[in-house]
């Protein structure tokens, strides 16, 4: 698998000043935490990387990244890639409204109404990376 539809872990990326950066939102709801690998004006040192804290209306733009597919003709979520053996297997989550179709696919529950399970990549169907554009206004603080 190369390219577009190449599984990823979920995350935030921003569009700030003509750079994409993973991202992070927080501490405030106003505030979103970019990360580079780089020295960048305005970054600080943090562990190996640099990173900076911006007000979200600053950005051009910000997107949720998530890898999702089907499994057993249920739409799913996924979580992490791993290899063994030169065998690919994706760590999906489902996200479909039954915990029984879950079980029955052999879904394992990790929490009340979430459920996991790992799979050979060649079990998950039409897999494609969606990107979910996120408002760069935050929603007001609830008192």
């Known amino acids: 698998m190369t390219g577009e539809n190449e599984p990823v872990t979920s995350g935030f990326v921003a569009r700030y ?4 950066y993973v991202a992070a939102l927080g501490p405030g709801g106003s505030e979103v935490v970019l990360f580079d690998e ?28 998530r890898t999702v597919g089907t499994f057993g003709g249920e739409p799913c979520l996924v979580l992490d890639v791993s290899e063994e053996n030169g065998e690919e297997s994706l760590h999906v989550a489902y996200t479909g409204h039954s915990g ?5 696919l052999g879904y394992w529950m990790v929490d009340h109404g979430a459920y996991e399970v790992v799979v050979p990549r060649e079990e998950i169907f039409s897999l494609r990376v969606e990107r979910v554009p996120l408002p760069l206004i935050p929603p007001p603080a609830e008192p």
């Open 17 to 20: 000043a003509g750079r994409t």
């Open 100 to 104: 029984l179709k879950a079980e029955t």
């Open 38 to 65: 780089e020295a960048r004006e305005g970054f600080e040192a943090a562990s190996g990387y640099w990173r900076a804290v911006v007000p979200r209306e600053d950005l051009d733009a910000l997107e949720l990244v």
